[in-house]
């Protein structure tokens, strides 16, 4: 069975660092794209980041770029987000998922989403 | 970037109803479009991508049409486990972006 299992949300204060994971099981997970979505309390979907199979290429939102880090460990199956110099209006779940095999930018696989809280 | 803008923000219907949302693009993105559900505490669901294919397992009460840069996701026959947000996501160029969504309540 195909699943993604995110891990590492917390509070965390304002300015404060926090490195997510994601664990892929049930695919070959070496072989495909990977994005981070995140949805803020009440809110909607919010694309964040996505990285391509071996980790040289990546893009970011710009609510995050020279922020967020994304990189992955395909010897692990995991998916990880580095957040840095984080706010207040970064306090989101955070999913992972699977871009869709194909040409085009769709997620077809989604994790149940880790809560991250930035708070003082 | 690309702004997506979705309409109605939310609607009323009872089950047995066809339900219509619609999404904009802000510039040409083809046919580059996918829609999801996501109920109450859950990751969303893809349902549709490039404009009108369906996702492996998704009912065919739901359908996609495309018309230049407009978009419409048609619910037919709306069933209780319809009731839902519906968001759609352009797939077409990086930064990715979504709408901002529809709440499909039960009238």
């Known amino acids: 069975e195909v699943n993604l299992v995110e891990s590492g949300g917390d509070l965390i204060e304002p300015g404060g660092s926090l490195r997510l994971s994601c664990a892929a099981s049930?695919?070959?997970?070496?072989?495909?794209?990977m994005h981070w979505v995140r949805q803020a309390p009440g809110k909607g979907l919010e694309w964040v980041s996505r990285?391509?199979?071996?980790?040289?290429?990546?893009s970011y939102a710009d609510s995050v770029q020279g922020r967020f880090i994304i990189s992955r460990d395909n010897a692990k199956n995991t998916l990880y987000l580095q957040m840095n110099s984080l706010r207040a209006e970064d306090t989101a779940v955070y999913f992972c998922?699977?871009?869709?095999?194909?040409?085009?930018?769709?997620?077809?696989?989604w994790g149940k989403g880790t809560t991250v809280t930035v708070s003082s | 970037d690309i702004q997506m803008t979705q309409s109605p923000s939310s609607v009323s219907a009872s089950v047995g109803d066809t339900v219509t949302i619609t999404c904009r693009a802000s510039?040409?993105?083809?046919?580059?479009l996918g829609w999801y559900q996501q109920k109450p505490g859950k990751a969303p669901k893809l349902l549709i991508y490039?404009?009108?294919t369906l996702q492996s397992g998704v009912p065919s009460r739901f359908s996609g049409s495309e018309a230049g840069t407009e978009f419409t996701l048609t619910i037919s026959s709306l069933q209780p486990e319809d009731f839902a947000t519906y968001y759609c996501?352009?797939?077409?160029?990086?930064?990715?972006?979504f709408g901002g969504g529809t709440k499909v309540e039960i009238k």
């Open positions: 049930g695919f070959t997970f070496s072989a495909e794209w």
């Open positions: 996501q352009q797939g077409d160029s990086y930064p990715l972006s």
């Open positions: 990285i391509d199979t071996d980790g040289s290429g990546t």
């Open positions: 998922a699977r871009d869709r095999p194909g040409p085009q930018f769709y997620m077809d696989v």
């Open positions: 510039q040409g993105i083809s046919r580059w």
């Open positions: 490039d404009a009108s």
